[in-house]
């Protein structure tokens, strides 16, 4: 029995010191302090670009930034995953790390979007507005996605009763796929069809029937870099990152 | 393969095993469970019955069991004649079949849909001939469900089989030979009878590798409830809006794989071994 215990004991001092060297795995890239950023995906290029000039900004800085849907994002946070600032691309994504008590400040809307269709290049179904998307194939994101909850608002408005093909997770799934020409048209936000430059055909979406999403930003409440996630998001806001921003397609909050 | 065969092996005493491995061993068994122990304790017992008797869950699950039993279908199909091949016969581009085999298991599932979708999908080398010619589209179909799946675990099948096509002494082939059977009765009759327990265990691992099977599915064969949405992807998505639900989801995906395997165990095991 004792021997139990204490082949038991070793294993859980050896437990604990693996889980402990997995923690120091991240710090990746000498003694540079690591500020983490989750962000929806639709933000991908225009944080990368952010991120390249903080980091110019703060030699000492690496800014690591993981983009998924928000609703993603927020319930890793939720679930306890180390983030120092959350960027969503709804209200309701915020919401769920604000009921969790996990924000250290209100959320701040910072630059809005709105969504557009895109076809393939050659637009092979001949698609002209959102109204008759369903001459083809389409792709949507998932209704548990932001993006998701707004096609379907928008294909409501449009009278479009038809399914998609497929629902994608995120965003840049649907744009994907459209890109890879497996799909005849996808609704997406008019940043990322802007962002895909020729390798979509995007087709404006009018604003009677369009819905603009609003962007929200928050520092995570117990970030080890709370100083530093203050800049990013002053960053963001700053002139400078907001004409990043609107020269993606994003609108003003 | 019976109890008794185990306590026979571990008879001879040798003295108390080493705290070297068991130290470790216990870490794995750890490490293996504490996953399944968090689930179980997470698990939103009270509304466990809502989430699964829900229309998506059953839905889902459904598509599950329906699709990785024809994938399972398709390794043995597919995956038997190719791991004779490899085990009994000899020819030019042996080592770029095997290690083509090996490919599926270290590509990362995502890109292994990216390249099913390069390959099959509507553009793709093949899937554009499928399209003109047939008018067949795969991706956003069950059919492309089954082909991520068995792309992802026919490895499972060829390399388990090899080793018992292996392990099984090819002087039988040689005796059916000397009595006038062909090479096929051969295989029929001595052959596969005798892989039949790494036939078997073929078969599960390369089920439960299908069962398992996200990225290569959502990627080529895309996300719709009844067509394509398998279990793993609504975890997935469930984890997004409502994570109470993705881990009783998760839960029943746990219970219905063990549920199966010790079934088969026990069909099919205790048979092959007695």
Known sequence: ?253 | MTSGGEASRGAPSQGRPPLALTVPAAVAVAFLALPVIGVLVKAPWSSLGDVLSSPDARTSLRLSLETTSITTVCCIVLGVPLAWLLARTSFRGRGVVRALVTLPLVMPPVVGGVALLLAFGRNGVVGKYLDSWFGITLPFTTPAVIVAQTFVALPFMVISVEGAFRASDVRYDAAAATLGASRWTTFRRVTMPLALPGIVSGAILSWARALGEFGATITFAGNFPGTTRTMPTQVYLALQSDPDAAIALSLALIVVSVAVLIALRERWLSGVAA
């Open chain 1, 1 to 253: 029995m004792t021997r139990i215990f204490r082949v038991a004991t070793l294993a859980a001092v050896a437990v604990l010191g693996l889980s402990s060297c997995g923690g120091d795995d991240g710090g990746s890239g000498g003694d540079k302090t690591k500020l983490t950023v989750f962000a929806a995906s639709s933000l991908t290029n225009t944080f990368g670009e952010l991120e390249k000039a903080f980091e110019k900004d703060h030699p000492d800085v690496d800014v690591v930034i993981s983009f998924d849907s928000s609703s993603t994002l927020a319930t890793q946070i939720t679930s306890g995953s180390p983030a120092d600032v959350l960027v969503t691309a709804d209200q309701a994504s915020m919401q769920i790390i604000v009921d969790a008590g996990d924000n250290a400040a209100t959320p701040q809307p910072f630059a809005s979007n709105t969504m557009a269709v895109v076809t393939p290049p050659d637009n092979p179904a001949g698609i002209t507005s959102v109204s008759n998307i369903d001459k083809g194939d389409f792709v949507v994101c998932d209704p548990s996605a932001p993006c998701g909850e707004v096609a379907a608002q928008i294909l409501e408005k449009a009278g479009v009763t038809a399914k998609p093909v497929s629902y994608g997770e995120k965003v840049t799934a649907v744009l994907e796929t459209v890109e890879l020409g497996e799909a005849d048209a996808g609704m997406v936000y008019i940043t990322d069809a802007q962002g895909a430059g020729d390798q979509v055909h995007a087709i404006d979406i009018p604003d009677n029937l369009n819905v603009v999403t609003p962007y929200y930003i928050a520092a995570v409440k117990d970030s080890a870099n709370a100083d530093l996630a203050t800049e990013w998001i002053s960053l963001v806001e700053s002139e400078a990152g907001q004409s990043v921003l609107e020269k993606a397609g994003f609108g003003a909050p």
